[in-house]
């Protein structure tokens, strides 16, 4: 089934959950790794400002954390004030997977808005993928 609404792909973190959950929950890594937020301003309240690179329009991002079950909401907007959780990341540890305990899967979950033509959210898609190899690589080496 082709899912028109939601959006998730996941990768295999050689780290223990905490050391992701560490790396997620730094507000200055979201440039790192996140489309359009490179070249990203951490303001004092935590939101990050940044603009998207195929248009140069503004986007303003949140962090709001659960960390006892290993989900983080990125609210995303165009402006400060206008913040929505379309963003879900969700760190499983390893044991929880009968795997490693040492590792863990993260996981990126974006939902389309209902405005969003075919040719954004295939972008947006294809931006989620390529994000969670880096998030993969750049939390293996952020902990070593």
């Not at 890594?29 to 329009?57: K, R």
């Not at 997977?97 to 294809?126: H, I, T």
Request: glycine share 10%; aromatic share 4%.
């Amino acid at each position: 089934m082709e899912d028109r609404w939601a959006h998730i792909c996941s990768a295999a973190v050689d780290r223990p959950a905490a050391d992701a959950m560490a790396f997620l929950l730094a507000p200055e890594n979201l440039a790192a790794w996140a489309v359009g937020l490179g070249d990203a301003t951490v303001h004092p309240d935590g939101t990050v400002e940044g603009a998207f690179p195929e248009t140069g329009e503004p986007i303003w991002a949140r962090i709001d954390a659960d960390t006892e079950r290993g989900t983080i909401l990125l609210h995303i907007g165009p402006d400060p004030g206008g913040l929505v959780a379309r963003i879900m990341i969700r760190v499983v540890p390893g044991a929880v997977l009968e795997g490693d305990p040492q590792s863990c899967v993260v996981s990126l979950v974006a939902w389309r808005q209902a405005g969003m033509d075919e040719a954004r959210w295939e972008s947006l898609k294809s931006g989620h993928e390529a994000e969670i190899l880096e998030l993969k690589r750049l939390i293996e080496a952020s902990a070593r």
